[in-house]
């Protein structure tokens, strides 16, 4: 009887384990790489121009996060501050510190300052700042204590699947008005969370969009 | 089993809605073209000179250097840039909105315009001016583009050498000087039509300093000789239609953009709608079809140069049933001409209807018509006791014509010229042989947005200021007084005409708004109080309040009658070889000036739908005597026809347009520009070589030869078809008297069709604002403002003339133009207009095929469309009944579209070209974009999406001001979608449908007229029309054709 298979079947077993190996490798290596904070760049630190240690700002000397980031109730952006919101305490605090001469460069020259951007979410998606802190979803949810940062970075995958999550069950996150600012809030003892959150979601008829135009235009 | 899906018969015989000649005469051509999702070509690769294999090759060469780079896996640092110091009202990321006006030849348009961060982005009308309300026009809307234009003037030209404003400051200041010593002797300025007072108060100021300079205003689109006959009072005749019962538009397209503007559309539009107790009938005559003419209860056609003998019997016969000699200047001596076979009854019928609504009648002629026609008019309008006119102030003094000014020059009268604006090599009447003219001048200083054909040889060319760069002021067509600031610094360094005037008459340079302030300081004056803040009102509200002069009753004219003795020219157009041309106003680039605008190049004509070009626009009738009927027939190759009239002649593509008249050929101006951009390069046939100053708007004794050349076009009017299916639906008065819900039942969708059952279960949509749309058919005039507004709010590419000939342009909004007759040899089709964008349905045909989910929809009925998601499949645009999906063929937004020289293939678009030519927009072009809208890259599906970053922006205020409350729903009418803000006729209307809102669209839909497209479909559109209501006067000859759809039909609702 002549030989069923041809010779070069032989081989085949062994590619295939071969051509199965390339392609696990390279699945696993797209899935290490794009589905975790790898890509998203959780714990992105980047060295600032200046070093401003939110910590001591906020925590130490008591600074609203809206002394700085004014428009945040406002406007879609949270602006970042301009040289004149550095200067009206640096023109008289600190006025020689070293640490500070880009902000006192750019007072004197007009060229702003240019600080490195962190938290970002890509240019089809339309983030609006001003809807969230209004209506009790607090800085802490996407940019954590950044109250006791000393150097801000990203806590938080700003994900279109992390937006959903909060989008499909904003009970999570809601807090009362007045707690938005405070990033140090928990829920008072004997509450929690959730319980909060849902009885917020009902008062307040909050319902976030999961439709697609909810965020992309 | 499959199952093939039959659509309800079309009814035999009766009325047919056509596009087309092609689809009429139902060709193969047609057919093909039909059954396909794309035309020919626009699926396929495989045009010239970029084969598959080269493109292959191509493509493996980038792929290759692409590689090389490897330079794209790192995320980049970006950086976040604060101002150092804060400005006023600026927050990042929010738009400010101010107010202004844009001159205009009919008066300014008060305007507001949204700016983000400092860059103008959308320009809107003014909704607090009272007269327009918010609206604006095509111009308007596309004006944005030319400020970014990149192929502006940048530099000044000192005899062609780059200077600067320092130097040409210095230059000026000299030749006042030496012009000061004889009191401005040899000193002449041609400027443009422009109604700012404040440019008059300069003028005056300058010629009291050169008391002996002459002042010549020329606009090749502005008659003269009605200037100098009509207006001589310093008072003109102007049209109040809003009070007129009957209106017969003698050549006056006062509907479209050759005469008309937003207050004349909204004036009419709102005594069209059928619910009240009279509504204003029109009558048209006229050459060629234009908007007015589609709008119209009955519509002659008949040569521009007729329209002098209709209105000679029309007044006869006006006079003879009103016992009235004294309306026939001629007392009958002279009979209007050898041929005025007009068809029987239409002179009498109409005389007839007008004389019984004696006092709410109004005569109007176009401006196109010499004096003499409307000397009769007025006449006409006198006689019946019209009450519809009322005289205005003219706001300018006229100068000289520019005739006078070349027999000035040619007199060597004149040393020194300076040309504000204008284009006069280009646009002066070819008699007057201006650019030898102009070479003859010893200084000629020259003050232009572009470098253009008159820039050339003069010894300073300066950069213009755009009017959204300037101070400015000017007057609307009401009279009121506009402010007009500026948005932004001048791009390019440009001086305004007030800067130039201002620098002559020996005050400095204006820094600030100082000119304007002057000139209002005066007119502001009867109001009293305190200047700072009525200066600051007045900028706020964009005009001064109560600065409308009140209209005064119309004045006659005295000697009317011994003008028309003496000057009434009424040619014949006898024989059948006998021709006129008349030169039109072109909807796109206006009389040139537009021409380097892409979105305006693009926008296709709204009656003929041709981009890109201009043609000789002729009668069916005429095309088949001249044997190039035919030939028209396909996709893209239209027949060469020589036109001459006296010695020169241009040869130019002839198209035929159903519903022109005989003997007659019509040119639109504007086209074929020498010196332009890249926009206008090669766009169309320059037609002012025909234009004397004796005949500047029309001229018999024309001839015409088919040269057996051909030249390709862009026509949209067979893009997108939809099989006509009964998609635009029209009745009349009487039939929706007695029927007033009769276009829910017509043609597919009688009494008892069957809908089809969806077999998709859909997600709820319980959202709590549920977004529609109703678009009053019976308003839309077809004027495509709504297109550009479009074009300018969602970041709509221009894809080029040969992208759109394979069918690909991008708008989400098109007006299609139908036609409608009762056999295919009718010379005579009715024309109806109907906005197509999305529908939203809520049933959508695309969501279904779509397989990566890109095309879903949300909870408050909107049909969304994720652009990230978008692989490319084109399945939804395939399954799209209404076939308003655009797909992304090219990156059109980042390669250029003009064509690239590339060696060995010649020329190549630069959209094939791809990753070989340079990436990106000009920067000033980015400036224009909307930052709210994505910008689309190639391989991506997209169309209207209902404004949706307006609906966002609606949604998230109203949460921000609900703060800890849940008043979260979007109350009603707060805002509005970008072609609804443009429309000047109100015919489009957005907002929440649920029948709690209040809203107006909500109380709309409910309007006995309202019918969606293609129901049977069960694809349940959002948006709802509102059928067309004509008002013929039954005793018209062919007035029982108008507006019914077959015989059954209208016998129907009276049994």
């Known amino acids: 009887m002549a030989n069923f298979f041809p010779r070069w079947s032989n081989f085949l077993p062994i590619k295939l384990f071969i051509c199965a190996c390339v392609l696990g490798g390279v699945l696993t290596g797209l899935v290490w790489y794009y589905f975790t904070p790898k890509y998203t760049r959780v714990g992105y630190r980047p060295i600032q121009p200046v070093p401003f240690p939110h910590s001591l700002h906020v925590t130490q000397l008591g600074m609203d996060c809206r002394y700085c980031h004014s428009f945040v109730e406002v406007a879609a952006h949270s602006n970042v501050p301009n040289t004149q919101t550095c200067m009206n305490c640096h023109s008289q605090v600190q006025k020689d510190n070293p640490k500070l001469l880009p902000v006192r460069q750019s007072w004197t020259s007009g060229q702003p300052v240019e600080w490195v951007q962190i938290h970002k979410t890509p240019d089809y998606a339309y983030f609006n700042h001003s809807v969230h802190v209004n209506r009790g979803i607090s800085c802490y949810s996407c940019h954590g204590q950044i109250n006791h940062m000393d150097v801000v970075g990203e806590k938080q995958p700003l994900s279109m699947s992390w937006c959903l999550s909060c989008h499909r069950e904003p009970e999570a996150h809601l807090r009362p008005e007045a707690q938005v600012f405070n990033l140090d809030w928990t829920p008072p003892a004997g509450q929690n969370q959730k319980d909060i959150g849902l009885a917020l979601k009902k008062q307040w008829n909050v319902n976030p969009p999961e439709n697609c135009a909810g965020c992309h235009r | ?1055």
């Open chain 2, 1 to 1055: 089993m499959k199952t093939i899906f039959h659509h309800p018969p079309e009814p035999e015989g009766g009325k047919k809605y056509w596009r087309s000649l092609d689809e009429l005469a139902g060709t193969p051509e047609f057919r093909t073209l039909l059954e396909r999702e794309f035309p020919q070509g626009a699926a396929e690769f495989n045009d010239d000179g970029l084969s598959r294999r080269n493109f292959l090759k191509l493509m493996g060469a980038s792929t290759a250097l692409a590689g090389l780079g490897l330079s794209g896996c790192h995320r980049p640092e970006m950086h976040l840039v604060p101002f150092t110091k804060s400005a006023e009202w600026a927050i990042p990321g929010k738009p400010l909105f101010y107010a202004t006006s844009m001159p205009g030849r009919r008066g300014a348009l008060p305007l507001i315009v949204t700016t983000h961060d400092g860059r103008p982005t959308k320009v809107d009308g003014n909704p607090m001016h009272p007269v327009t309300q918010g609206a604006s026009d095509v111009f308007a809307q596309a004006s944005i583009l030319n400020l970014y234009d990149p192929d502006r003037s940048r530099a000044f030209l000192n005899s062609g050498q780059v200077s600067d404003s320092d130097h040409f400051s210095a230059s000026l200041d000299k030749i006042a000087a030496n012009l000061a010593a004889n009191g401005g002797a040899g000193l002449a300025f041609l400027v443009e039509h422009d109604n700012s007072p404040t440019r008059e108060r300069l003028r005056g100021e300058v010629l009291k300093k050169f008391p002996n300079a002459a002042w010549c205003v020329y606009d090749p689109l502005v008659n003269d000789e009605l200037a100098r006959v009509l207006e001589a009072g310093g008072a003109r005749n102007a049209p109040r239609i809003e009070k007129a019962d009957v209106i017969l538009a003698l050549d006056c397209d006062f509907l479209g953009c050759d005469e008309g503007d937003v207050e004349t559309s909204r004036a009419f539009a709102v005594r069209r709608s059928p619910e009240q107790k009279t509504v204003n009938r029109l009558y048209v005559v006229e050459n060629r079809y234009t908007l007015t003419g589609g709008v119209a209860d009955h519509r002659l056609r008949c040569p521009a140069s007729q329209i002098g003998a209709f209105a000679l019997a029309l007044a006869r016969e006006i006079g003879r049933l009103t016992g009235n000699g004294g309306l026939d200047p001629f007392g009958g001596a002279r009979e209007p001409s050898v041929n005025t076979n007009f068809v029987a009854g239409w002179v009498e019928k109409t005389a007839q209807d007008l004389v019984a609504h004696k006092g709410r009648g109004l005569v109007m002629a176009g401006s196109r018509q010499p004096a003499a026609v409307h000397l009769l008019v007025q006449s006409i309008n006198a006689a019946l006791g019209n009450e519809a006119v009322a005289a205005m102030p003219v706001a300018t003094k006229p100068g000289i014509t520019i005739g006078e000014l070349a027999r000035n020059i040619t007199d060597k009268k004149v040393n020194t010229l300076f040309i504000l604006g204008g284009n006069p090599v280009y646009n002066a009447p070819a008699d007057l042989e201006w650019a030898a003219l102009q070479k003859s001048l010893p200084v000629v200083i020259r003050v232009g947005m572009y470098e253009d054909e008159t820039s050339a040889g003069c010894n300073w060319h300066v950069p213009a200021a755009h009017y959204l760069e300037a101070w400015h002021d000017g007057l609307a067509s009401d009279g009121s007084y506009l402010s007009g600031q500026p948005m932004i610094l001048p791009l390019f360094g440009g001086w305004s005409d007030s800067d130039i005037l201002a620098r002559l008459a020996g005050l400095p340079k204006p820094a600030g708004p100082e000119l304007i302030q002057e000139t209002f300081r005066a007119r502001a004056r009867a109001t009293g109080g305190d200047f700072a803040a009525a200066w600051n009102k007045f900028l706020h509200d964009g005009f001064l309040e109560n600065s409308a002069p009140a209209p005064k009753p119309a004045a006659g004219v005295a000697d009317g009658g011994a003008y028309i003795r003496d000057n009434a020219n009424l040619p014949t157009l006898s024989g059948e070889d006998a021709f006129e041309v008349v030169f039109i106003s072109s909807a796109s680039v206006d009389d040139g000036r537009y021409a380097n605008n892409s979105w305006l190049q693009e926008l296709p004509d709204p009656v003929t739908k041709l981009t890109w070009d201009n043609a000789a626009l002729i009668s069916p009738a005429t095309a088949r005597k001249l044997g190039i009927e035919s030939k028209s027939f396909g996709q893209k190759d239209f027949p060469v026809v020589e036109v001459s009239v006296g010695n020169s002649k241009i040869e130019i593509a002839a198209l035929i347009a159903p519903g022109h008249a005989d003997h007659s050929i019509s040119i639109p101006l504007g086209y074929g520009r020498k010196v332009t951009g890249w926009v206008g390069a090669g766009a169309g046939v320059d037609a002012y070589p025909l234009r004397t100053s004796a005949t500047p708007y029309f001229a018999v004794g024309a001839k015409v030869r088919v040269t057996g050349g051909s030249y390709p076009l862009a026509l949209t009017q067979d893009h997108h078809t939809m099989e006509g299916r009964a998609l635009v639906r029209e009745g009349t008065i009487s039939h929706y008297r007695e029927k007033p819900d009769f276009a829910k039942t017509m043609w597919m969708d009688a009494e008892n069709a069957v809908r089809n059952p969806s077999l998709y279960s859909h997600p709820p949509m319980n959202g709590l604002n549920q977004w529609g749309m109703v678009i009053d058919l019976n308003k839309c005039t077809g004027c495509n403002a709504c297109v550009v507004a479009c074009q300018a709010e969602n970041n709509i590419p221009i894809v080029g003339k040969e992208q759109v000939i394979n069918g690909r342009e991008m708008h989400w909004i098109r007006n299609d133009r139908y036609f409608a007759s009762w056999d295919s040899l009718d010379d005579d089709p009715e024309m109806v207009m109907e906005p197509m964008l999305c529908q939203h349905c809520e049933n959508a045909p695309c969501e279904t095929v779509c397989p990566v989910n890109a095309t879903v929809h949300s909870d408050e009925g909107l049909n969304v469309m994720a652009y990230n998601r978008c692989i490319g499949t084109r399945y939804c645009s395939n399954n799209c009944p209404f076939k308003v999906r655009r797909f992304n063929f090219f990156d059109y937004q980042q390669r250029p579209v003009a064509a690239q020289d590339v060696p060995f293939f010649g020329k190549v678009s630069g959209l094939k070209l791809g990753p070989l030519t340079e990436k990106g927009s000009p920067d000033t072009l980015k400036m224009q974009k909307n930052p709210n809208v994505t910008v689309r890259m190639r391989g991506i599906m997209e169309k209207c999406t209902f404004c949706v970053q307006r609906i966002e922006e609606a949604k998230i205020a109203q949460r921000v001001k609900a703060r800890d409350s849940d008043k979260v729903r979007v109350p009603a009418d707060v805002f509005q979608v970008a072609c609804q803000q443009a429309c000047p006729a109100e015919a489009i209307v957005f907002g929440d449908i649920l029948p709690d809102s209040g809203s107006k669209v909500s109380r709309l839909r409910q309007d006995p007229r309202g019918y969606t497209l293609l129901d049977y479909l069960n694809v349940n559109s959002r948006i709802t029309y509102l059928a067309k209501i004509r008002n013929p006067n039954m005793e018209m000859p062919g007035a029982d054709k108008v507006a019914t759809f077959d015989a059954a039909q209208e016998e129907k609702p009276k049994g």
